[in-house]
């Protein structure tokens, strides 16, 4: 069984992986709306994946016999300046997301809860993996600095991101 106070942290996780979900695809349909097909394929693929994080928690919290608890998904922004500008806020955002499951981790140590703190180890290898794939693309963004021709190309190379569904412990999630 698990603690309330965890069974509470994780239910506000689920709704910021829910919230990624939901911001990745208003920055997809964003591309979409700039003719940057591309770039919305790896917002959507991104979205996809987010989903899966949150359906993680959501599994291990019933798995753990704790009760889920789905909250209202705040509306996330729909427009941006450019992709740099939508790029430096999935960076900012993941961020945000890495610090939440620092915190999950020190509580599941502060409860003594090794099998969260285990559970948890896939999501820290994760967020190293997020922000890096943020920072490669602002990268590449400021090498471009706005040449259309750079950009055109960037956008084939963000188009060929396919879903692979992840594995958390032991678990193929959609």
Known sequence: MISKKLQDAINEQINRELF????????????A???????????????????????????????????????????????FKDPMDAF??????????????????????????HAFASFLNWYLDEQVEEENNDETIIGKLNIIKGRPEGLLFLDNELGQRVYNPPVISGIVLP
């Open 20 to 31: 990624s979900e939901y911001l990745y695809n208003a920055m997809s349909a964003w591309f």
């Open 33 to 79: 709306s700039e003719t940057l097909n591309g770039f919305a394929t790896w917002m959507e693929v991104q979205a996809r994946e987010e989903h899966a994080h949150a359906m993680g928690f959501y599994k291990y919290l019933l798995d753990r016999g704790g009760r889920v608890e789905l909250k209202a998904i705040a509306k996330p922004a729909r427009d």
């Open 88 to 113: 430096k806020q999935t960076l900012e955002h993941e961020h945000f997301i890495t610090k939440s499951i620092n915190n999950l981790m020190d509580l599941a140590i502060k409860e003594k809860d």
